[in-house]
């Protein structure tokens, strides 16, 4: 008897497992604590299964990977304007984010899955002017050990 209420309780336990994984949500706004057109977070570390919740915080946003700059194979994904949609990230690596209208002017984010490392190549990923600025600025608090300030 006890040998099933064993077996029952582990069954049970993995069960459960999926239920572990974390929503983080993320903001789209027009004006945060880091300037105009921002995510907040614009940084986020997730354990391969959490997902990210993009919240509409203002009118006119969307969030969408950024080509080249997603795990290989990656097929990427892009909500509609002023739609909150919730990603599931299952592959490790890093992932950078933009909306889409806003792209232009720095509106974007990264997400890292899972162990690993921030490469010259993922760094030096074809983006405009003030994207590369705010990208630049995550890499460094990523360096430092410090990203999520």
């Known amino acids: 008897m006890r040998a099933r ?3 029952a309780l582990v069954a049970l336990g993995l069960a459960a497992a999926p239920a572990l994984a974390e929503t983080v949500e993320v903001r789209m706004l027009n004006r945060g604590e880091n300037g105009s057109m921002v995510f907040e977070p614009d940084y986020v ?12 915080g203002h009118k ?7 080509d080249g700059m997603v795990p290989d194979g990656y097929a990427g994904f ?3 304007i002023n739609e909150e949609i919730e990603v599931t990230f299952d592959t490790p690596g890093f992932y950078g984010i933009k909306c889409s209208p806003h792209f232009a002017m720095g509106m974007v984010m990264l997400i890292k899955v899972g162990e ?4 010259e190549a993922f760094r030096r990923s074809d983006v405009p002017g003030r994207a590369r600025g705010r990208f630049d600025a995550i890499f460094a608090r990523v360096d430092q050990g ?3 300030q």
Do not use: Q, R, Y
């Open 5 to 7: 209420i064993a077996v």
């Open 45 to 56: 570390e997730l354990k391969p299964g959490d997902s990210v919740k993009f919240l509409v």
């Open 60 to 66: 006119s946003h969307n969030a969408a990977s950024i």
């Open 78 to 80: 892009k909500g509609l």
């Open 116 to 119: 690993a490392e921030l490469t």
């Open 146 to 148: 410090k990203a999520s």
